[in-house]
DNA sequence: TAGTGGTCTAGACCACTTT
DNA sequence: AAGTGGTCTAGACCACTAT
């Protein structure tokens, strides 16, 4: 129990095996280092004596916590690179994180319905624009992102935002829209299979997802967002107080 | 595609049957209403034509999207109320938060090591406090929280906090410390065993984990805390800018 | 005691990548 | 063609809860 990375709690009591494997496939990746080539799942199996069922839960467990790189058809690597950061202020956005890269691949009108009305404060009749896009960097995506506008607010909103230009930049430097404030809520849930398609994961892998509401400086609400992040290659980080210092950028430890 | 909660997204492509599973059971969830118990793992299969472990990896998901409460035993129900929110924001912590309770378990002086060292900017052969406490509300324990914090810089913290006593309090009240700033670091994991045990859970349920570091007026640091959150029951909350509003507490749909 | 969820096995077939 | 990870099956035994 002396590892403070770990909590400083001791493990104890009945070890299920798929546990153990884990802690195993675990201690490999550390003595392998990034990039390296895992023995395939079959051949772990039978090294520790257990079912491949049994064996790809904990293997699972790593490839969420960023441990492990699983390539269908191709095999299970030490994940490479430490996790990146995504900063979840949203003053200096842009600055921080390292989804800057924005590629829009939706932009339509649509009526706001009850649910999306009573969360913007309009009619259910009035429309929304409904826009979205996938966000990265280096050719990986690494989150989904859908949000959506009024359309009363914002008439002459007719066209999404250029590739890589943020929905916050057209709205403030297009639209005179002053940011006033906004609350976001945070939650696990697994990718569908679309996201799943869209991020390069699997539907079986859960992910971050950031549910935004925010509104302008008369507390007006301008804009809806829900961001799914990748919660195998993404950490999301929060900044309190103005002191000046840089991010850390650690990998931790499993419990 | 028409319902805006679920981000406009369409699903298409090929179906997993554990997908199309999960999708049933949570029609049913909706359709029975909170606190129902579902039909027994078995007969869903049955039902559904489709092998136990197959459901279980669609239930299993809506457990951790807080949809369905499973219970050893007894069977599974429609999860009960909301998601408890946990406001991310350190300022004002105990104000909005619904894990007011705590219960100290651990209180002990060790020395710092490397990486707790390293985080803390202090000597390997210093030591530190480790704190370790279990929070929650209404007798159910949501969250396990363990903190260090440099003997050096608190040389009379010899107990630990009255039972329902942050450690914040404690250090600004008691020892005149002055709260600077702080950074937070979110990701998944899965509870260990012993984590399980104290939360409740199950080792195979992922968990929110927050690693935070934060430093006094003079920008040094006086604490590293790792709090693990249950994913199932917690929704992390935050709040940019200072218009008075409340805090909504809604309920998301799956994708 | 019977029924429930939690874990585990020993297979199978598939899509995919590599050779 | 061979090997890999992804999905799925049809069982089994366990710990636990209700009766």
Avoid at 58 to 87: H, N, T, Y
Avoid at 228 to 242: A, E, I, K, Q
Wanted: hydrophobic share 35%; net charge positive.
């Amino acid at each position: 129990m002396a590892d403070p990375a770990r909590g400083g709690v001791p493990d104890d009591g009945d070890i299920p095996s798929y546990y153990r494997a884990k802690r195993h496939i675990l201690a490999l990746c550390k003595k392998l280092g990034e990039g390296v080539a895992l023995p395939s799942e079959r051949l772990l199996c039978d090294q520790l004596g257990v079912a491949r069922a049994t064996l790809r839960q904990g293997m699972l467990q790593l490839v969420i916590e960023g441990w492990v790189d699983s390539r269908q058809g191709s095999g299970s690597f030490v994940a490479k690179r430490p996790k990146v950061s995504q900063c979840l202020c949203l003053t200096n956005e842009s600055a921080q994180d390292g989804l800057s890269g924005r590629t829009w691949i939706t932009f339509e009108r649509r009526p706001a319905g009850c649910e999306l009305a009573h969360k913007l404060c309009i009619d259910q009749n009035d429309h929304v624009i409904h826009l979205e896009c996938v966000r990265g960097s280096d050719g990986e995506v690494l989150a989904v992102e859908s949000a959506f506008v009024p359309t009363k607010r914002f008439p002459r909103f007719s066209r999404p935002p250029a590739q890589n230009r943020s929905l916050h930049d057209e709205l403030k430097n297009r639209f005179k829209m002053l940011f006033g404030g906004a609350d976001q809520r945070m939650d696990i849930v697994h990718v569908s299979p679309r996201e799943a398609s869209l991020l390069g994961t699997l539907p079986a892998l859960p992910g971050l997802v950031v549910h935004r509401t925010s509104w302008d400086a008369r507390g007006e609400p301008f804009e809806w967002v829900r961001t799914l992040y990748r919660g195998d290659r993404l950490t999301l980080v929060n900044r309190v107080g103005s002191i000046e210092r840089g991010f850390a950028n650690e990998r931790h430890d499993l419990r």
